[in-house]
Each structure stands twice: as C-alpha cells, then as structure tokens.
C-alpha cells in the first residue's frame, strides 16, 4: 500500500532534550512538509522541501531542524530551543505539478 | 499574508440536517482551494479540491463552492449523518510559492 508513515504516534521529551519524529513516503512524491497543529487550531507550516537536499522555513521554523536526504524521508528535529513543543504534529506530501496533499496519520508530541 | 478563517468554530446538528460551513480567506490570487476532514488524533483526509478557474466541486453529498472575488468558499454536507462527525478544514493554496495556509477548522458534531 502506497502511503505516508509517521513515527512515532506517542512521543514524550525531556526538558532540554532534542527528539526526532520520521516521516517516510514511498508514494514517490517530490515534495514533503512538516506542519504542527494546537488543540482546537488550524495548521501552521514548520518546513517544507520540494527537492532533495533542499529544503525552506515555513511560518514557524524556529526550533525545529529538518534534512532532506532521501526523496522518501524528511525528519523533523524538536530542539531544545523549541519552549513550547506539546502539539500534534503532521507530515504532508505533494507530487510535484500535482495539488493535492497527502498526509500520515501524525505524531503527538509532549513534554515530561 | 493569507489568512483563512473558518466561522463557525463548532457546530451541532439533528441527523439528517443540511449544514453550510464557511471559508473566508484575505488573498484572492489562490492557486486552489482545498477541504479536508480531520477525525480525531488522526491526519487529514482530502475531501474537494477546486482550482481557481471553478465554481465548485461536487462528491457525493458534499458540494464545495468558490467565489474567488470575495474572498470565500463553502461546503454543503446534504443529510447528514452521525458519521460526518468531524473536523472541516479549508486551506488555500497560493499562486506564488508552493504552501497551503490552513483555517482553524469547525468541529461538527451529528447527533443520531
């Protein structure tokens, strides 16, 4: 089955602590973004990549870190520096020339 | 830059209600305009797409309208059912760049 595939679902972060949360797609898209939504709130764009080894800030890109690697993955970092990481966090994807967006089935972050 | 609002923020309705949910966004040079569900803890599923160049788009008992030059889209839900229980999101998708800007979504609920 073709699809996206974040992981993991559930993830707890220690006071200064970085954590990774993985995107995979093998649905052979170009493009991949990371959003993050608050409870009751829409989504606002962390990092987009429409290339690989390239990738942009979105509206919100300050404390996260991305790579771009492999055209089937985009991990998001949540740094330290991010203060406020507890949301619910979505990996989209998008074939380039191609409008609708894909997404996985997310990752809930919080904070021990 | 966009902003998309959706109003209202939540909705309750008697099965087999009619419902109108509303879009509104601040930037009419769109690219599309999109509908996704949301159910809840999961990703978002796409529902309609409509290009700029369209009035609407129809799938099953779901019609979504565009009128470009006042800024506002909506999405008809005929009959509805406990099982449309949900969040609505609209985004749009801008001409220049390549990212969708979300709204905040309306929470419906379906009463049987």
């Known amino acids: 089955d073709g699809g996206i595939t974040q992981s993991p679902k559930y993830l707890f972060r220690k006071e200064g602590q970085n954590v990774t949360l993985s995107c995979e797609q093998n649905?052979?898209?170009?493009?991949m973004y990371w959003y993050r939504q608050d409870p009751g709130q829409g989504l606002r764009l962390i990092y987009y990549?429409?290339?690989?080894?390239?990738?942009q800030k979105g509206d919100i890109a300050e404390g996260y870190s991305v790579s771009r690697e492999k055209k089937e993955s985009f991990p998001l970092t949540v740094t330290s520096a991010q203060k406020n990481p507890t949301a619910f966090y979505l990996c989209?994807?998008?074939?380039?020339?191609?409008?609708?967006?894909?997404f996985g089935s997310g990752t809930q972050l919080s904070v021990l | 830059k966009q902003e998309v609002t959706q109003i209202p923020a939540a909705l309750s309705v008697p099965e087999g209600e009619n419902l109108v949910l509303n879009c509104s966004f601040t930037?009419?040079?769109?690219?599309?305009l999109q509908w996704f569900r949301q159910d809840p803890g999961k990703g978002l599923t796409s529902l309609l797409l409509?290009?700029?160049?369209?009035r609407e788009q129809t799938s099953g008992r779901l019609n979504a309208s565009l009128d470009k030059s006042s800024g506002r889209s909506t999405l008809y839900i005929a009959a509805s059912q406990p099982g449309d229980s949900a969040t609505y999101l609209c985004?749009?998708?801008?001409?220049?760049?390549?990212?969708?800007?979300f709204g905040g979504g309306t929470r419906l609920m379906v009463k049987p």
């Open positions: 989209a994807s998008r074939k380039q020339g191609a409008e609708k967006l894909f």
């Open positions: 649905l052979n898209h170009d493009a």
């Open positions: 990549s429409q290339i690989v080894n390239d990738f």
């Open positions: 930037d009419s040079a769109i690219y599309n």
């Open positions: 409509i290009q700029s160049s369209q």
């Open positions: 985004a749009v998708f801008l001409s220049a760049g390549n990212m969708l800007t």
